[in-house]
T-cell receptor, first 114, second 117 residues
């Protein structure tokens, strides 16, 4: 297993368009997290899944954002009607569902809305 | 509510010297974990070290050690013998281990470390 994989690595889109990002976690990890990171800031929590269940969503996740994890494997994050303020790095991480374990991060998808 | 505070936006250290990056946290849960991550300019988040709230000894991983002072709610990262490749952003993070509730990781705003030759 080569770690958490995110696609695409970069995405440039016009304002108002929809975009979808994909995250493939480490295969035995049943927790999957999405974070957003803007320049010079720490990652901000968006949502997380345990297996296929979405257990928590941040208030940052407006109704234009939706995330899914069908079958508890890969996950997608969709942003509808993108705005310039959505420009950021979107990070995916996965972890085991036991205490004391670190989250492993993918390399992120950098979104630029023009 | 969980909170992580990193008060040093930027730090400089001479190559081969040690440096301490500060982190304080706030939580009402007695069971939690503290993590440090490194983020080079390439963007990936690299896990460095972990400390559990009930661990009696400070965590160490190679040149990294965590100075855990539970009463002060601080979890400072010490990097010994700094190398040029240590230049990066460093993030402190926390995850509570409640019997029910959230399992999310909360991150600080980071410290940018520059190692000077």
């Amino acid at each position: 297993d080569t770690g958490v994989s995110q696609n695409p690595r970069h995405k440039i889109t016009k304002r108002g368009q929809n975009v979808t990002f994909r995250c493939d976690p480490i295969s035995e990890h049943n927790r999957l997290y999405w974070y957003r990171q803007t320049l010079g800031q720490g990652p901000e929590f968006l949502t997380y899944f345990q297996n296929e269940a979405q257990l928590e969503k941040s208030r940052l996740l407006s109704d234009r954002f939706s995330a899914e994890r069908p079958k508890g494997s890969f996950s997608t994050l969709e942003i509808q009607r993108t705005e310039q303020g959505d420009s950021a790095m979107y990070l995916c991480a996965s972890s085991l569902a036991v205490g004391g374990t670190e989250a492993f991060f993918g390399q992120g998808t950098r979104l630029t809305v023009v | 509510a969980q909170k992580i505070t990193q008060t040093q936006p930027g730090m400089f250290v001479q190559e081969k010297e040690a440096v301490t990056l500060d982190c304080t946290y706030d939580t009402s849960d007695p069971s939690y974990g503290l993590f440090w991550y490194k983020q080079p300019s390439s963007g990936e988040m690299i896990f460095l070290i972990y400390q559990g709230s009930y661990d009696q000894q400070n965590a160490t991983e190679g040149r990294y050690s965590l100075n855990f002072q539970k009463a002060r709610k601080s979890a400072n990262l010490v990097i010994s013998a700094s190398q040029l490749g240590d230049s990066a952003m460093y993030f402190c993070a926390m995850r509570e281990f409640p019997t029910s509730g959230t399992y999310k990781y909360i991150f600080g705003t980071g410290t940018r470390l520059k190692v000077l030759a």
